[in-house]
């Protein structure tokens, strides 16, 4: 649609927000699962990856194990507290993101606007 950079990161950033948030969330509705392993992405890391691939490639997150966590005896290591500060910092990040790209739309619609009334 736009050949804008701006715009193209941005939604890149999206992308990677909603699948981390969508990890975040199976961990959770895992807690009582035995034997389930916290599993989440390396943010920075995936959101460069995304960045720097093709603009109409899929993208596929590598999503891993994360270790270190205190297990209970059923083998089960997801911490809820930790899980929702993640979610929480995973969602602001997301909202400001939204907001940069309305902002962008705004401008882009203010110069359109502006220039088809010369």
């Given at each position: 649609m736009l050949n804008d950079p701006s715009i193209d990161a941005l939604s890149r950033f999206l992308d990677v927000s909603v699948?981390?948030?969508g990890l975040?969330?199976?961990n959770m509705a895992?807690?009582?699962?035995p034997g389930y392993r916290t599993r989440d992405l390396n943010f920075s890391q995936e959101l460069e990856r995304a960045a720097s691939g093709p603009q109409d490639a899929v993208f596929t997150p590598a999503v891993r194990q994360i270790g270190g966590l205190i297990?209970?005896?059923d083998g089960n290591n997801v911490n809820l507290e930790r899980e929702s500060m993640l979610l929480a910092d995973t969602q602001l990040r997301f909202n400001a993101c939204v907001q940069l790209l309305r902002d962008r739309f705004k401008m882009l619609s203010s110069a359109i606007h502006e220039g088809s009334a010369q």
């Open positions: 699948f981390r948030s975040i969330l199976s895992n807690v009582d699962t297990e209970r005896p």
